[in-house]
């Protein structure tokens, strides 16, 4: 069977080429010619003329009158031009489609003897673009014209309704497919970069160099996958016969930022940011051979470290840490003295950033019939980054509950820390555009991207923790390599190669093809343990030389001084067929089936020893890992319907909508780790009771010295990763309904419905996690793990982890949207939406270690079948507008003014409440709150003392943590219930960001030139008002899980007594902030401009 599939498959990909995954780079155009009576003209000529380069498409129509022209550049302008023998000819100009639409073109022609010329102006008017399902066309007048200081994707694809940041529709931004110019240009490994895009700090391609951008949500044409999120659709801009050059700049530092936040001043350090670039692009033979070249540079600096250590026990500046300076200068004074190392500076040092970047493009309009696309484009980035906020090395039972970042009660770390992120991106495409015949048109691609990502430390030294004298589980200060850059570099390279064939058949239009990627991965990340780790008790313990109370090291078990590095490959067929059929003029249906089937053309490492181990699934089965082998290869298939129907043939009224399946990708780092922590290519040593692990300058002084034989046992405390036998890739189904109303002066009434249900939807679970021992005592009841007789939650006691990523179909969302649209005409374009957003979730699925994706997924009850919360990713409510408006005037309108604005306004974000210690025994710090009605349903320890040294009795515990859940909002409502997963909502957060052009025009000869100032506001309220547009941050450290309730431990009661599954007694600092949230006083909040200068050739 597999072998018949495989050569089905091989047959399809050479018969008919291959499809590329979501790959949108161009539009078309389709429409009926009739006579006036009604009847279809069969042989009509149509020639669609692209005026900025002169390609022309000629086609017939064929039986029923239909035709169908395909594969020609979005946007425009063109002209078209309708004619048959013995009829007057039907002429539109000014016609412009956007990327990925179809404008459907009703024609009615005229004896050529008939005066009525009127009735052509009316078949004008009934041309429109179409789309199925939601979507969201970005053109390059607003990529111009909407304020986008950061000059990122993210700031233009934000207009989209149904989005939250680089989310849409409630799901992962992880789980988006982004394509340039057909180009696959994913973050696809899933490390460095916003999730979206490579680049790192900066995006890799200018927004000067972008023509169009398309938001695909719901598209039901088969030939769009590799997403369960969105498809972003981005082309880039092209050469005309218009000679056109532009040169530009733009600035920012601290003086262009508001320094007030309601009536605090805020600390405005210096920074600035400077991009300078320019542009060209022409004719190299006219309406023949066209060429684009960009180039831009970019440097920013930052402060590295916004957050200031307390110089005094009673400090009160806002931006104060927990950390003392006095005891900061002591553990740096130690290190000099006696290492001779300096850990470097732990406030007030500065950040940098610089990039560069160069995009070329060649157009080649080969013949009427053929036009060729060559781009290449290439990113440099060198960025200063800061040390992993509160990751440790799976020593789960002492997860970190604060930031090493800073914070009202984070910790913080020495500059040593910190590191940098060297990024290169090297992409190129080509394409091939093809109408054979009326019939036949062909659509080829080729690309690759090669993502290049090194980490580079600050320090060689090993890693170290100091934690909190009063809480272990409170970072205080830490410095060395930070845990993950020792000898971390990324590789990841993909090849995409393309075909779309499409055939013409009277009113079906049938598409067929095959798909086809391949993508190589290596990551030479060692494991938190790659630099040492230490972790003392406190300043005092470390300066004494005591030993710590944590160490790890991670090493190659084949050589214990060098590091290999763990590789993975994928590839993915994808076969297709669709057929759009023209039911009549007013109904359109597209329906279809694709199908994909996953390869993993690279065998990782077996071990044996591991292999002979017992786990258990979700039901409690016995199950082992062969983590030499990757999950079954299984064909996923995807079918999809959809339609639209002109309700009265005029489309003023269209009812729009479908149904199918989507298929996604995983961030490939999941992929990856089943190689890196195999404990082949990797283990890590680690102890809970380091005796003797005095701290050494050498990482690998206590690397053992003789590891047994690889595969042969199993270091004691090591984790591993693995992928279930039958996981299989994201796949949603998607169900869309729409109706959009044409009114009077351009305006569009949109409502739409989104939903979707998640048919796989990937989860990390812990294989090694034993059964239930108990419950705890008390009326949550929760199951409690840690079994008393061998003091662990696990199967395998010398096994901390076995992280699996697996599946459930568990998860959905629904998004319900209303909006207007006014489509540009008299110099100005608006629109308006708003969006409920309903999306549960399982996972949040931003953790990039195995381990990670399991310890920090908060859960109510069994650890290993997450429940439904609601999704991190999406806020219940979202309005959205935008517009501009352009004013040309003096002598011979020289001058112009450009107007546009941005607005958004929702809840900022969800948060959580969790205890801060694991309660459960199971090994994680992830429990949920249960917020108890009254002070009978917990239990505080009495003599509780705090980090500050003062002691609490239980009395003084429980009536501060009864006014604290008071103070809020989600808390008040939900006393006597377990806490949904991020169910509490930070108030509303409006922006309006602004941009400002000012043309001055003049000309020489018969060229024209453009002086263009342009101020960008982002954050303008607050501009106008210190009271306004200011943003929310959290008071328990900086991360939307904040640990509040802790557990008794014998270091921090006057008794010395323990939490325990009997008598579970709890802490709660009555020192602690009285809300979970404040506004934010930093630069986060306030306005800030960003000034350009542009010169502009054309």
Known sequence: MRRTTLLLLTLLLVGLGFEGLAQVTTSSMSGVVKNDKGEALVGATITLKHIPTGASFNVSTRNGGVFDINNIPPGGPYSVKVSYIGFSDYTKEDINIPLGERYDLQTTLLPSNSELQVVTVTAARRGATEKTGASTNISNRLIQNLPNVTRSLANLTRITPQSNGNSFAGMNNRYNNLTIDGSLFNNNFGRGGDGMIPGGAVSAISIDAIDQVQVNIAPFDVRQAGFVGSGINAVTRRGTNNMYATVYGFYRNQEFTGKKVLDRKVDNPKRSNKTFGASVGGPIIKDKLFFFVNYEMENRTQPGQTFVSKKSADDKNPNATSVLESDLKLVSDYLVNNFKFNP?????????????????????????????????????????????????????????????????????????????????????????????????????????????????????????????????????????????????????????????????????????????EYMKFANSFTGAGGPAYYRYSSVDAFIAGDDPIHFAVAFDPNNRLGIKVPEAKFAQLGVYLQDAWTVSNKFKLTYGVRLDKPFYPYDPPKNPALEARSFKDVDGNIEHFDVSKWPKSRILVSPRVGFVYDVDGDKKTIVRGGTGLFTGRIPFIWMVNQVGDNGIVRALFQTKTPAGYDYNADRTTYIPANPDPVGTSILSGSSFSAIDKNFKMPQVWRTNLAVDRKFGGNYTFTLEALYTKFINNPFFRNANLADQSGVINGIDKRPYYNNPVNNSANLNTDINQMAVLDNTNKGYSLALTAGVQKSFSNNWEAGIAYTYTLAQEVSIGSSDQSGSGWTTNNIARNPNIPELGQSNFSVPHRIVANGSYRVEYGSQKKLATTIGLFYSAAPQERYSFRYSSNINGDGASNDILYIPKDASEIKFVEGFKNSNGNTYSAAQQSEAFFKFIESDKYLRKHKGQTMEKYGALLPWFHSLDMRILQDFRFKTGEKKHTIQFSIDVINLLNLVNKDWGYRYQYTFGTFQDMGIVGIASSSNNTGKLVYSQANPLFTFDPEAPKKAYQPAYNTGSTWGIQLGLRYIFN
């Open 344 to 516: 470097g500076k732990y406030e007030g040092y500065d950040f940098d950033t610089d990039n560069k970047k160069l995009l070329a493009r060649l157009d080649w309009n080969i013949s009427s019939r053929h036009r060729l696309t060559l781009r290449y484009t290439q990113s440099e980035t060198n960025d200063d980054d800061q040390v992993n906020a509160a990751s440790t090395t799976g020593l789960t039972a002492d997860r970190i509950n604060n930031s090493r970042r800073g914070g009202k009660t984070g910790g913080m770390a020495f500059n040593s820390s910190n590191f940098k992120n060297n990024v290169k991106v090297w992409s190129g495409v080509a394409e091939l555009n093809s109408n054979f015949s009326n019939t036949f048109s062909n659509q080829l691609i080729a690309s690759y991207t090669d993502n290049e990502l090194e980490r580079v430390p600050n320090s060689n030294m090993p890693f170290v923790d100091i934690m909190n004298k009063s809480d272990k589980t409170q970072v205080y200060i830490s410095f060395g390599t930070d845990l993950f850059s020792y000898k971390n570099s990324i590789s990841d390279k993909a090849l995409n190669i393309a075909d779309n064939l499409t055939i013409n058949l009277g009113r079906h239009t049938l598409t067929a093809g095959v798909s086809y």
